[in-house]
């Protein structure tokens, strides 16, 4: 059974840091690429940032750029994805999905994702 698994999430101040992890097990997902996403209460989801499946490109939507960094760690055939988060921002709020694209194609449209998290809930406050 393929499972992303998200953990991290919380209550942080502000200018403050967070990292999410993303375990990914039930397939190889040695070979998919993995991304990560977020949706606000009211909002659609939105791309927040995206690596390929052997780490060495990295994709980020602008509002991110900068400030927060994914990178994916893949040992004897288990994957975990992770995302710093820096400097963190109220607007950041959100429940963030992990999520994994089987073949090559656009990492930043969620309808083309083939696996998702449950999802992490994030909250920033001032």
């Known amino acids: 059974q393929v499972q992303l698994v998200e953990s991290g999430g919380g209550l942080v101040q502000a200018g403050g840091s967070l990292r999410l992890s993303c375990a990914a097990s039930g397939r190889t997902f040695g070979t998919c690429d993995m991304a990560w996403f977020r949706q606000a209460p009211g909002k659609v989801r939105e791309f927040v940032a995206a690596?390929?499946?052997?780490?060495?490109?990295?994709?980020?939507a602008d509002s991110v750029k900068g400030r927060f960094t994914i990178s994916r760690d893949d040992a004897r055939g288990a994957v975990t994805v992770y995302l710093q988060m820096d400097s963190l921002k109220l607007e950041d709020t959100a429940v963030y999905y992990c999520?994994?694209?089987?073949?090559?194609?656009?990492?930043?449209?969620?309808?083309?994702?083939?696996?998702w998290g449950k999802g992490t809930l994030v909250t920033v406050s001032s």
């Open positions: 999520a994994a694209k089987i073949l090559p194609g656009d990492l930043t449209a969620a309808s083309e994702m083939d696996h």
């Open positions: 690596i390929n499946w052997s780490g060495g490109s990295t994709y980020y």
